[in-house]
């Protein structure tokens, strides 16, 4: 091994069946010192399994882990925090109501002095370029400042290696490269990074190698400095980047117009909406951008009919005053909904397919004296499942035992088919894999193209500018002016998701959404 | 002079079995284990205290018992819900009601029967002070016992580093099992530390404040503990404040009773349980003093394997 750099990581012919799916299925790769590493692949290729199985959380049915030259097994995350490798999660393990430096010290291996341990977050912030004030409570914090919290608390145990699961789908772009910055650095002291990730830009602007996973298996390694988009893609899913376009169309009245719509939160977690103001017209799809927790939650409840609101003018559903109507009310004047929870709000967990259509399509002659025929209901259950390809054991099947990709395939669909004027939806393909969010897309341009308003809220800004006409931006509560995709670039989206921008005035609005 | 020192002491007097038991119960709560099962638990506590105190004679031996016979309650609590994962609140229900039964059942026997009641303390010097002496220095050990109970309990979930690992597991348990701790195993030294200081409660009833057995004698005051960890935010010394101010009003309205007001004792009776709910309505006006104390995951099981 004399002259040759031997790898910090190296994992050979890892194997791991979970009952019906093999998840990983001889995976070999190599993470060498200083190396940024990316693991590519959609929703299900099996990343997530096999950082589980390196950071101890699973175990491996097959296949050996190297790490510096010796074989070991990894038992549990503490064993492996104890060899140095720390993991960022996707979805944080905080403690909301704790402070930073409490959840740090909760995540120790070893006992520090809280004085110590404050001044050892704030040396490490500050090399790192990641300022934390250790003494904050974490629930008043943002999910981006959360993920620093999560990477200081790794720092903190100096790993030599680091695995980083979508670690920029919370983040605007401009905090995303903040984070490469602090990447970098850390990689330049010659800590290994695993960068898991599905956005290729980011892993060509990032990652000195890169492996790809398709369906459980490595189905390609690439130098992605030398790669294009185009051919990471046909790696990680086998063909080329489908691709949708908006074709031009008339635009007619307002649908969804939101005027003046302010409401104070109950919750010490949640956002306040200040003065929000937008139309949405039939014809037209309007993207709202921003981080979660600047007021999504808030503003899709109050449009949804779940939070009711003071004034009925400050919500117009196709030209009625809304704000006073609850959800089924909301829904007869023609307006379909899809939330983000697709268990629990979007469907009825336990509940056959066709049971979750007569939820939101009771109205499309599925009752008549309030007895359900049963008939109508599995047709219209059918009709779904034909036209969006959901892949299911007809429509007796239960909707938790669906893929995430698959029932949101069926909530768009029945939301279609209900013949909606206007229709809003919440993180459209989130955990969808790429064949289905393109279909779920298409499906809401088709919307658009028939005459409908559809009002998206997404995280995902490449969807965003992929089906908006217009796109607004959510932040802190307050909705910015929307503009037209062709006025506006990813940089400016970037720049007011951290709430540097100038809101509507209500004034000119007003005279323009309220109905003759 | 003197009857203003024999309400506060007499306040302090009622105050003393609440705090214990509204104490173990915020430690409890703050592991995220919501156990109603409190009135019962001070029920086994006050027959076996009394039982044990009557066949030894040894009243300090009684409190141990009852103390014991609290753990032993709670376990039943702790078995069946964390390790069956049966309903936190029917199971606390049903320990409330299994306690009034087995209580009345064992005490069948001793009801009526009289005990020589927990002896005030005489510190020499001190207790004959004028004023002070009977304000500071003429109380039971067990009311001495609760000062420094406060402040370690003060202390382990402000300041201690295995409280900040309990109040973690009560705040979001699947991301403590998922740090490494062992969720299951805090809760159950939660739950029985409340089983403890009920059972403690219990025995105070039955050997210092009204030193005889009598069938249900806490008449209420498990439930009254309950309100008052809400009503203290799970904060512990806001929670002994509300037991003091509960003694309080209770104490009041017995003064008036004697003064004889013309108000029906009934109606004064029920003073200090209005006074619980009015300012427990008025606690909870406010959903952000709630939702950022009361610990996340109260009442709500957790499955290690899930």
């Known amino acids: 091994m004399t002259g040759v750099i031997s790898p910090r990581l190296a994992l050979t012919d890892i194997s791991k069946r979970y009952p019906g799916v093999v998840a990983n299925d001889g995976i070999s790769l190599k993470v060498f010192p200083g190396e940024i590493h990316a693991l590519l692949g959609e929703n299900g290729a099996g990343k997530s399994t096999l950082m589980k199985i390196v950071y101890g959380v699973t175990k491996p049915d097959a296949g050996t882990i190297l790490w510096e030259n010796r074989y070991q097994n990894i038992n549990s995350p503490a064993e492996a925090r104890r060899l140095g490798i720390g993991m960022v999660f996707q979805h944080f393990s905080l403690f909301e109501t704790l402070t930073v430096a409490e959840n740090i010290a909760l995540a120790l291996d070893r006992r520090i002095k809280p004085v110590l341990l404050a001044e050892q977050i704030r040396d490490v912030s500050v090399r790192y370029g990641l300022p934390i004030d250790p003494r904050r409570l974490v629930h008043s914090m943002s999910v981006g400042e959360r993920q620093r919290v999560e990477i200081v608390r790794c720092l903190l145990q100096t790993p030599k290696l680091l695995i980083m699961d979508e670690p920029t789908s919370v983040l605007t772009p401009q905090a995303v490269l903040t984070l490469f910055e602090t990447l970098r650095r850390l990689s330049a002291e010659g800590c290994s990074i695993l960068y898991i990730s599905h956005k290729l830009d980011e892993i060509r602007a990032l990652c000195d190698t890169a492996t790809v996973l398709r369906g459980g298996r490595v189905s390609g390694r690439a130098i992605p400095a030398k790669e294009s988009n185009q051919s990471l893609a046909r790696m990680m899913i086998g063909a080329d980047l489908p691709e949708c376009r908006l074709m031009e169309n008339t635009i007619g009245e307002v649908r969804i117009g939101i005027q003046r719509l302010s409401l104070r939160t109950e919750d010490p977690f949640g956002t306040t909406l200040k003065d929000i103001n937008l139309a949405v017209h039939s014809g037209e799809i309007v993207g709202i951008a921003g981080v979660s927790g600047n007021g999504q939650k808030e503003l899709l409840a109050a449009l949804s009919g779940e939070t009711i609101v003071a004034q009925p003018q400050s919500v117009l559903i196709d030209g009625h005053p809304a704000g006073r109507l609850n959800p089924a009310q909301r829904r007869h004047l023609g307006l379909s909904f899809v939330p983000e929870e697709r268990l629990g709000r979007g469907a009825v967990p336990p509940m056959s397919l066709s049971y979750n259509a007569l939820l939101t399509g009771s109205r499309r002659g599925m009752l008549r004296s309030g007895i359900v025929r049963k008939a109508i209901m599995r047709a219209f259950a059918r009709n779904v499942i034909d036209l969006f390809k959901v892949k299911c054991n007809q429509e007796y099947s239960a909707a938790s035992s669906l893929s995430g990709g698959n029932l949101q395939k069926y909530i768009v669909g029945r939301e279609t088919l209900l013949q909606p004027r206007a229709i809003i939806v919440a993180q459209p393909t989130w955990g969808v894999d790429v064949g289905a969010s393109m279909l779920i897309r298409q499906a809401l341009i088709d919307l658009r193209n028939r005459g409908v308003a559809v009002l998206v809220i997404s995280e995902e800004l490449e969807e965003l500018f992929m089906i908006s006409d217009r796109i607004a931006v959510l932040a802190q509560g307050r909705l910015s002016q929307p503009v037209l995709l062709s006025d506006t670039s990813v940089e400016q989206i970037g720049q007011w998701m951290s709430g540097q921008f100038d809101t509507i005035e209500s004034e000119r609005e007003e005279n323009e959404l309220v109905p003759a | ?306």
């Open chain 2, 1 to 306: 002079m003197n009857s203003m020192v024999a309400v506060i002491t007499s306040t302090v007097f009622a105050a003393t079995p609440l705090i214990y038991a509204a104490l173990g119960e915020t430690v409890t709560e703050k592991a995220g284990m919501l156990n109603l099962g409190v009135e019962g638990m001070m029920l086994v506590g006050a027959v076996t205290g009394f039982a044990v105190g009557i066949k030894t004679g040894s009243l300090t031996l009684g409190l141990i018992a009852a103390a014991i016979a609290g753990i032993a309650m709670s376990l039943i609590f702790a078995v069946l819900t964390l390790s069956l994962q049966t309903n936190q609140v029917a199971t606390g229900l049903a320990l409330t009601l299994f306690g009034i039964g087995f209580s009345a059942f064992v005490g069948h026997d001793y009801a009526g029967m009289p005990i020589p009641s927990l002896p005030d303390l005489h510190l020499p010097g001190l207790t004959d002070l004028p004023v002070i002496g009977p304000l500071l220095f003429n109380y039971d050990v067990m009311v001495y016992l609760c000062i420094p109970l406060i402040f370690a309990v003060q202390w382990f979930l402000t300041r201690s580093h295995a409280g900040l690992k309990m109040r973690a597991i009560g705040e979001s348990p699947s991301v403590a099992h998922s740090i490494g701790y062992p969720v299951l195993a805090v809760r159950y030294y939660a739950v029985m530390f409340g089983g403890a200081s009920a059972g403690l409660a219990g025995a105070y009833l039955s050997l210092a404040q009204t030193p005889m057995w009598v069938e249900g004698m806490t008449a209420g005051k498990g439930w009254i503990a309950l309100a008052l960890v809400v009503f203290g935010t799970w904060k512990p010394l806001r929670v002994v404040l509300g037991a003091l101010l509960f003694g309080g009003v209770t104490v009041m309205q017995l003064h008036a009773q004697g003064f004889g007001f013309s108000i029906p004792s009934e109606f004064l009776s029920m003073l200090p349980y209005v006074a619980t709910i009015v300012v427990l309505v008025l606690i909870c006006r406010n959903p952000k003093t709630i939702l950022l104390n009361q610990p996340a995951s109260l009442g709500r099981n957790f499955h290690p394997t899930a």
